[in-house]
């Protein structure tokens, strides 16, 4: 069974701490994804990456094939931050997506 | 410049009706996915469309849910015989060409089955 975890479910801290945020998934994949979908409703694309690293701004994004593990790093945190952070298993198979991590920035 | 567009945005039935809703992807994009998210919960995929086919309806949870995507761009998600348990949002995604790269999505359209 495909299945997909996330920790820490919630996830509050101060402005400026730097953040991890840890997905597991049981089935090898073609590629994680992962997404953040704002207090609105609004979901966004942050990255897919089937090895290594990516980065974008203060996002980083890390994966090891082999543990099947992924993280997502969040530098110098903001209020605008806050969010719910969404991974997902993509690849041939039916996607499985990770309940979610709730992140809350404090000011 | 435009992005996914879904059309209506919320939906109130009643139990046993027929609803269709209308996902608008990004101009050019091939890839179309619907994924639904009850409450509480992350998204759940449904369906996966490559220009005017399905390359993937693993996650349509039963013979009511149906969707098209006659010409390759605009998608209707069609559920038969609304049950409660259907009451989610319902999203929607383009991609350019599908596979590896990043996924637009609409804005969802909000679902309650009464």
């Known amino acids: 069974k495909n299945e997909v975890e996330q920790s820490p479910q919630n996830l509050t801290a101060q402005e400026g701490e730097f953040i991890t945020i840890n997905c597991s998934y049981s089935v090898g994949i073609s590629a994680l994804h992962w997404l953040q979908q704002h207090p609105g409703g609004g979901i966004v694309s942050l990255f897919m990456l089937s090895s290594g690293k990516k980065k974008h701004g203060r996002l980083i994004a890390t994966i090891n094939i082999q543990e099947k593990h992924s993280s997502l790093h969040i530098t110098a945190s903001h209020p605008r931050d806050s969010a719910v952070y969404i991974c997902d298993n993509f690849g041939n198979e039916k996607l499985t997506f990770g309940t979610g991590t709730r992140l809350t920035i404090i000011p | ?114």
Not at chain 2, 41 to 47: K, M, N, S, T, V
Not at chain 2, 74 to 97: F, M, N
């Open chain 2, 1 to 114: 410049g435009a992005g996914v567009s879904q059309t209506p945005s919320n939906k109130v039935t009643e139990k046993g009706k027929y609803v269709e809703l209308r996902c608008d992807p990004i101009s050019g994009h091939t890839a179309l996915y619907w994924y639904r998210q009850s409450l509480g919960q992350g998204p759940e995929f449904l369906i996966y469309f490559q220009g005017t086919g399905a390359a993937d309806d693993s996650g349509l949870p039963n013979d009511r849910f149906f969707a098209v995507r006659p010409e390759g761009s605009v998608s209707t998600l069609k559920i038969q015989r609304t049950e409660r348990g259907d009451s989610a949002v319902y999203l929607c995604a383009s991609a350019e060409t599908g596979g590896l790269e990043t996924q637009y999505f609409g804005p969802g359209t909000r679902l309650l089955v009464l």
